[in-house]
């Protein structure tokens, strides 16, 4: 019973940070470059939300929160639904 009502909580609380998450305008680009839908926006966000708390419990938000700002201003949609890999953000 524990276990479902857990399950559960996790769901609500994954959907509730995705509405209220910084990654809605680079998600919701990204996947209607990519053809998408607006589930594929919500999965978009809650992996960047999570990648961010992780680079939280690790100590390095810091540099999480530069590589993103990094892909912000480097990614883009080059047309026939590809969108570009920011590999000057490596490293």
Same mark, same amino acid.
């Given at each position: 019973?524990?276990?479902?009502?857990?399950?559960?909580?996790?769901?609500?609380?994954?959907?509730?940070? =995705?509405? *209220?998450?910084?990654?809605? /305008?680079? @998600?919701?680009?990204?996947?209607? @470059?990519? /053809?998408?839908? +607006?589930? +594929?926006?919500?999965? *978009?966000?809650?992996?960047?939300?999570? =990648?961010?708390?992780? =680079?939280?419990?690790?100590? *390095?938000? !810091? +540099?999480?929160?530069?590589?993103?700002? *990094?892909?912000?201003?480097?990614?883009? @949609?080059?047309?026939?639904?590809?969108?570009?890999? =920011?590999?000057? @953000? !490596?490293?």
């Amino acid at each position: 019973m524990w276990r479902g009502t857990s399950m559960a909580m996790t769901a609500v609380l994954l959907a509730g940070a =995705a509405g *209220c998450s910084s990654y809605g /305008g680079y @998600c919701t680009d990204k996947i209607d @470059c990519q /053809g998408g839908n +607006d589930q +594929d926006e919500e999965v *978009c966000v809650i992996q960047q939300d999570l =990648a961010e708390e992780v =680079a939280d419990i690790d100590g *390095c938000v !810091d +540099d999480y929160d530069a590589l993103f700002e *990094c892909l912000e201003d480097n990614e883009s @949609c080059t047309g026939d639904h590809q969108w570009t890999d =920011a590999k000057r @953000c !490596d490293g």
